[in-house]
């Protein structure tokens, strides 16, 4: 038997992190439901310091996700502290060595940093930093 599983991000500011990582793999930002955010503060099980305003339109502060039909969930979500070591697990984007190049100068685009270029045997990739410094391959 498998089990179904998330992706989680620590990170500062999970829904501009989700608006991001959504743009450089091409899913969509999953919606959440005002209507249930605010019944949920109206009947005190939640307070309004648990919730934000992004890009107009109330979300829960802890957290936004992006998803794709057939990739497991990817959740980014609010910790206090900031990143200080390197990840000891990351994302591999996958675009094939002909497009990688491109990929790396788009993902510059968005503001994702280079941090060096990698090879082991004939496998080359290049290590890539987000936003907000963490850590991505691009192979």
Known sequence: MGYEFQVVVDCSDPHTQAD???????????????????SMVEQGHATEEETTSHRGKLVWKIGGAIRHPERPRVLF????????????MHLDIRVGEEKRAAEVERLIGLGAKVLHDGRQGPFTWVTMADPEGNEFCVA
């Open 77 to 88: 979500q609010l910790v206090p502290e900031a990143k200080t070591v390197k990840n000891r």
């Open 20 to 38: 991001w990582w959504a743009e450089v793999l091409g899913w969509e930002v999953e919606p959440q439901d005002e209507g249930f955010i605010r």
